[in-house]
């Protein structure tokens, strides 16, 4: 969601006009390129769903049709984690719609040195564009790397905005803030909080909505309530422990991701604490492990193969381009609190 005054394209998208009219994003394509491929019946079905979210195309909506020669080359991290799993396959999914090639490219390292090679090794094995997942897109716009490339790059699920960059994302502030306001509004005073990898700007930015939503209650920020993780099921044990031995211990807990906050809820039922009765766990992505574990999981909806997705479209246009490229800007996808079994008031024994 954009905020005012932020200068950001609107969350609908093609893929939501896509959704919408129950069609494909090259579908949509074809319709608004004005294609004699797609019936009559279901040029209506998508112009309907154009005009009822007023949705003005763009420069994806006019280049897709001419994508089938595109590679765009993707910089990923162990896809192990089930968030960054949810963007490889919405960038998939989308250049298999689009016709486009996906070009993959394991880093290991966020040495600015080796980000700038592999999307070099990119350029060289013939990527039109390129996306490129945190913490490298981070990195990268730190340290200036895209301005020697030659293609566009688009970063996805930065975890702020990133000047002077093209970005697909959610605002990590304010879902943070928003989930934190759900857990005050259920009567918790005392929220632990676990912030992400020091390398990702998640690190700040969702403990900077954690820590608004606090004030905005008129509620202190205890500093022996925020401890690290690293976004690994292991340092979500060790930031548990930290929190649970504390006297005056937290009633919630808020991860910074779900696999933080699975291992919360692993460690209180070892420790024989009721989840949510004796406290309640938060996480943040809302990926599978949410629905696996006991209780289920409330999280933040973070809508990666969305995200993705969209990145991947809007990365074939602007290959495809044959104008100048338009300034880079933010689009903002929608984040959703998901409710589930893990949250509720505490317990007046507590």
């Known amino acids: 969601m954009a905020r ?3 200068r950001s394209s609107q969350a609908v998208t093609i893929q939501t006009v896509a959704d919408r009219a129950g069609v ?3 579908t949509v394509s074809n319709v608004l390129n004005n294609s004699h491929k797609v019936r009559e019946k279901t040029r ?3 112009m309907a769903a154009v005009r009822e979210l007023n949705y003005i195309p763009n420069l994806a909506a006019r280049s897709l049709a001419s994508a089938a020669t595109i590679r765009i080359g993707l910089l990923h991290r162990n896809i192990e984690n089930a968030f960054l799993s949810s963007i490889l396959v919405g960038a998939l999914d989308a250049t298999s719609q689009l016709g486009a090639q996906l070009l993959l490219r394991r880093l290991d390292s966020a040495a600015p040195v ?3 090679r592999q999307m070099k090794a990119l350029v060289d094995s ?3 564009a390129i996306l490129i997942v945190p913490p490298y897109c981070e990195v990268a716009s730190m340290f200036g790397l895209t301005r020697d490339v030659p293609v566009p790059v688009i970063a996805m699920s930065p975890g702020d905005e990133l000047p002077g960059e093209y970005c697909v994302r959610i605002d990590d502030r304010e879902a943070a803030r928003e989930m934190t306001a759900y857990l005050i509004g259920l009567g918790h005073r005392d929220i632990g909080f676990i912030r992400g990898g020091p390398g990702h700007l998640i690190h700040r930015t969702r403990c900077d909505g954690y820590m608004a939503a606090l004030r905005d209650a008129g509620l202190d920020v205890r500093p022996d309530l925020i401890v690290e ?3 690994s099921f292991e340092s979500g044990l060790a930031a548990g422990e930290q929190l649970l031995k504390l006297a005056h211990r937290p009633t919630a807990i808020f991860a910074s991701n779900d696999d933080m906050a699975a291992a919360i809820v692993s460690l209180a039922h070892r420790r024989g604490l009721d989840v949510p009765r004796d406290i309640s766990v938060v996480g943040f992505d809302d990926t599978p492990i949410a629905v696996k574990i006991w209780p289920p999981l409330t999280s933040v909806r973070h809508p990666g193969a969305r995200i993705s997705a969209e990145a991947a479209t809007q990365a ?5 381009s044959a104008e100048t490229l338009p300034a880079p800007s933010t689009t903002y996808l929608r984040h959703e609190l998901v409710i589930r079994e893990s949250t509720a008031s505490p317990s007046l024994d507590g």
């Open 4 to 6: 005012p005054g932020r």
């Open 24 to 26: 494909s994003t090259m």
């Open 44 to 46: 209506e079905l998508v």
């Open 114 to 116: 080796e980000i700038a």
């Open 126 to 128: 013939g990527a039109n």
């Open 229 to 231: 993780g690293d976004m």
């Open 316 to 320: 074939v246009a602007l290959a495809r």
